[in-house]
């Protein structure tokens, strides 16, 4: 597609469920990034692909989420044991290289609600 | 602490009216972006400042980077309600992370 792509765009789960989150980028963008934006907090980065490796996991806030990144190209974000503080839009961007100068294509987000 | 720093937080003006907002740090960048997010919409880029003392225009909006590299503004003449949404900066600071961090944003509403 010509843009990014998230799914689902909206996800309820019970506290204490898995839930994955999916990120389609643009074609031929190495570099992915996953964001979560709470409201007045800004986005916070959680981790960052160039091609499948991770070179920074420093933003994932604990052990219950992990991601992948596969051929280069679709990457998922997972949260096991979700908790109510996880609620938040998950955001994923793409760019053509790890530079700041190239600019982020970001996706719509998935609205993650816990209850 | 936020590395960057932008305000005012939030904003309501009537269209037609003039507007600016700061996005600041103590810390010197490479070079700083501004992104608009309406909402359910993730942020979308609308420009990347570079040099010192640059501007940038873009039809209605005027992007400014300090002579210092630490800070930028955004000015928006005649606004109108399609302007309204959350305004970004974003940087990654010069000889640190490439990894760019956003400051909360100026969320602006523009009545008709």
């Known amino acids: 597609g010509a843009g990014v792509s998230q799914s689902p765009s909206n996800k309820v789960t019970e506290k204490g469920k898995d839930v994955e989150l999916r990120c389609d980028p643009i074609?031929?963008?190495?570099?992915l990034y996953w964001y979560r934006q709470s409201l007045g907090q800004g986005l916070e980065f959680l981790i960052y692909f160039q091609g499948n490796s991770a070179p920074d996991k420093s933003g994932l806030p604990s052990d219950r989420f992990s991601a992948e990144r596969t051929g280069g190209s679709v990457s998922t974000l997972t949260i096991q044991r979700t908790q109510q503080e996880d609620s938040a839009v998950y955001l994923c961007?793409?760019?053509?290289?790890?530079?700041?100068?190239?600019?982020?294509?970001f996706g719509s987000g998935t609205r993650l609600t816990v209850v | 602490t936020q590395l960057l720093e932008q305000s005012p937080q939030f904003l309501s003006i009537q269209e037609g009216e003039n507007l600016t907002v700061y996005c600041n740090s103590s810390s010197v960048f490479s070079s700083l972006q501004w992104y608009r997010q309406e909402p359910g919409e993730g942020p979308v880029l609308l420009v990347t400042?570079?040099?010192?003392?640059e501007v940038k225009k873009l039809k209605r909006l005027t992007f400014q980077f300090g002579d210092a590299r630490k800070d930028s503004s955004l000015h928006i003449t005649a606004a109108q309600p399609g302007d309204t949404g959350l305004y970004l900066c974003a940087g990654a600071p010069s000889g640190g992370s490439y990894i760019p961090t956003f400051g909360r944003g100026t969320s602006l509403i523009v009545h008709p």
């Open positions: 400042v570079v040099t010192g003392g």
């Open positions: 074609s031929g963008h190495t570099a």
């Open positions: 961007a793409s760019s053509l290289g790890q530079a700041i100068n190239y600019g982020y294509t």
